[in-house]
């Protein structure tokens, strides 16, 4: 899939079934988009540099290098919660198990 976006600088980004999900710095927002759709922003102002993210139904969870922490985000009442202070993470992975 090839896309142009007009948003932005582009950072981080995910896929959770058909869609995708995108940092963008510029404007420390999340933007949601598929191979049929445009980006439509579902987080706004969140904190700086985003280094991960992980997508769970109306969930994101992601690390966050100027935040210096894991966050817990709900899309549907934009709720931002900091659950764990981390020191300049990286990398944010999900790891899944089924019986």
Same mark, same amino acid.
């Given at each position: 899939?090839?896309?142009?976006?007009?948003?932005?600088?582009?950072?981080?980004?995910? %896929? !959770?079934?058909?869609?995708?999900?995108?940092? &963008?710095?510029?404007?420390?927002?999340? @933007?949601?988009? /598929?191979?049929?759709?445009?980006?439509?922003?579902?987080?706004? %102002? !969140?904190?700086?540099?985003?280094?991960?993210? &992980?997508?769970?139904?109306?969930?994101? @969870?992601?690390? /966050?290098?100027?935040?210096?922490?894991?966050?817990?985000?709900?899309?549907?009442?934009?709720?931002?919660?900091?659950?764990?202070?981390?020191?300049?993470?990286?990398?944010?992975?999900?790891?899944?198990?089924?019986?």
């Amino acid at each position: 899939m090839f896309k142009t976006f007009d948003i932005g600088w582009l950072g981080e980004v995910t %896929k !959770l079934e058909d869609f995708y999900y995108i940092y &963008v710095s510029s404007d420390a927002s999340i @933007y949601k988009f /598929s191979d049929s759709t445009d980006p439509v922003c579902i987080g706004k %102002k !969140l904190p700086y540099h985003i280094t991960g993210l &992980v997508v769970e139904g109306d969930i994101l @969870y992601f690390v /966050s290098n100027y935040g210096e922490g894991f966050y817990k985000y709900n899309i549907a009442n934009n709720l931002l919660i900091k659950l764990f202070e981390l020191n300049s993470p990286d990398r944010l992975y999900m790891v899944t198990y089924h019986k």
